[in-house]
């Protein structure tokens, strides 16, 4: 079957031909339907080597830590799974027994550094191929919902998700703001969200315009960066700051820009991952801020973005590619020329 592979630590990933998977005992073998290409794998084939970055993401594996599909096979002891049924996947395979696991949360997984692999698509291999095979538990239903479509809640839905749902406390009650910033795969459902969860006002902002003219569509204000944006930013609050910010680059600007808006007793939550760094101080933030970072979310919570998704309320804007044309999808995402977020389907939209 066609795969696109991470052969080797700083290079671009390949498309070629691998053997198709055999489900294992409590796995389930999909036929992929969707499979979402996010910023993180950018990391993962120019940033990481053997000596920066997590050791599971040793190469070589299959990409696509953010897919769906079809149930084509069951693996042994596996029980109550259609062959034919559509599923959206939870990437993060922690241990299954510890205490962060057992609450569905594998991302914390207690015995982490001894796993071998972070996640499907993330040290295993991954959704980016016509086949790919997952454990049994890690299966959300979608019922009738399209799986193209869905393939980026598994992520690009599941990560605001859960971030947002965190910050629900400080958004709580009238006349509350968020704020967006950087405004691709992941932060375009996160104003889709805010909006499904909160009454807040959603702030929103990217360096590229046509981002914000679709995060503008879904009912944000957008302010635009350059010289005075913090002043804007605060101005559309009435003055008082920003409740909740979401940083979906996490570079020094955007921290820096998140510090300098968040209100008094507000919460920033740095969920992209450039890196960036900011220099606390006792005078340089207002009281009780909270500054914190998240990492995905739970399976929980993927079952709750799901029934988001089945109701309408939010959709993901997506560019659907051929798993010829996989290898494109990349190239765009790091070149920011995506409008929506890229997948490939593998056997068609
Ligand atoms: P993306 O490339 O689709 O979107 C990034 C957006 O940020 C683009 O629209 C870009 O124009 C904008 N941007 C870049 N620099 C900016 C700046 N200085 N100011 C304002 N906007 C800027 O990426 P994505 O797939 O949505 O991922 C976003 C980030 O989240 C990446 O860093 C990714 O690695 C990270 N991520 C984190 C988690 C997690 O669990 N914490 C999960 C998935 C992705
Ligand atoms: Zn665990």
């Known amino acids: 079957m066609k795969a696109v592979v991470f052969d080797a630590y700083k290079t671009f990933p390949r498309l070629r031909e691998i053997d198709k998977p055999t489900p294992g005992p409590g796995e389930v073998l999909l036929k992929v339907a969707g499979a979402g290409a996010c910023h993180s794998d950018v990391a993962v084939f120019r940033d990481f080597d053997a000596d920066?970055?997590?050791?599971?993401?040793?190469?070589?594996?299959?990409?696509?830590?953010e897919s769906s599909g079809w149930v084509e096979e069951v693996g042994e002891g596996v029980t109550g799974i259609e062959v034919g049924d559509a599923y959206l996947v939870y990437g993060p395979t922690g241990c299954g027994h510890c205490r962060a696991c057992s609450r569905g949360q594998d991302t914390y997984c207690e015995n982490a550094a001894t796993m071998p692999y972070l996640a499907t698509g993330l040290g295993r291999d991954g959704g980016m191929a016509e086949y790919v095979a997952v454990p049994a538990r890690?299966?959300?239903?979608?019922?009738?919902?399209?799986?193209?479509?869905?393939a980026p809640l598994s992520d690009a839905g599941l990560t605001p998700y859960h971030a947002i749902k965190l910050a629900l406390p400080t958004l709580a009650g009238g006349g509350k703001h968020a704020l967006v910033i950087g405004l691709g795969g992941l932060g375009q459902i996160a104003v889709q969200?805010?909006?499904?969860?909160t009454g807040a006002t959603v702030i929103a902002t990217d360096t590229r315009e046509d981002a914000m003219q679709r995060a503008a569509a879904n009912g944000a204000v957008t302010v635009a960066g350059g010289e005075g944006q913090a002043d804007r930013i605060r101005e559309a609050t009435g003055g008082k700051g920003v409740d909740a910010v979401f940083d979906f680059v996490g570079v020094d600007p955007t921290i820096a820009l998140a510090m300098s808006v968040v209100a008094l007793r507000g919460?920033?939550?740095?969920?992209?991952?450039?890196?960036?760094t900011f220099a606390w101080n006792f005078y340089g933030a207002p009281y009780e801020v909270e500054l914190t970072s998240t990492y995905w979310g739970t399976i929980e919570e993927l079952h709750e973005v799901v029934d988001l998704y089945r109701a309408g309320q939010i959709t993901p804007e997506v560019e659907i590619f051929s798993?010829?044309?996989?290898?494109?999808?990349?190239?765009?995402?790091?070149a920011g020329e995506l409008a929506g977020r890229a997948v490939v389907a593998p056997h068609g939209a």
């Open 138 to 150: 890690n299966l959300v239903p979608l019922g009738d919902a399209d799986p193209v479509a869905a």
């Open 267 to 276: 919460r920033v939550t740095v969920v992209g991952i450039g890196n960036g």
């Open 193 to 197: 969200i805010l909006t499904a969860l």
């Open 52 to 65: 920066f970055g997590p050791a599971q993401l040793k190469p070589s594996f299959v990409l696509g830590h």
């Open 323 to 334: 798993i010829d044309d996989a290898l494109e999808a990349y190239r765009k995402l790091e």
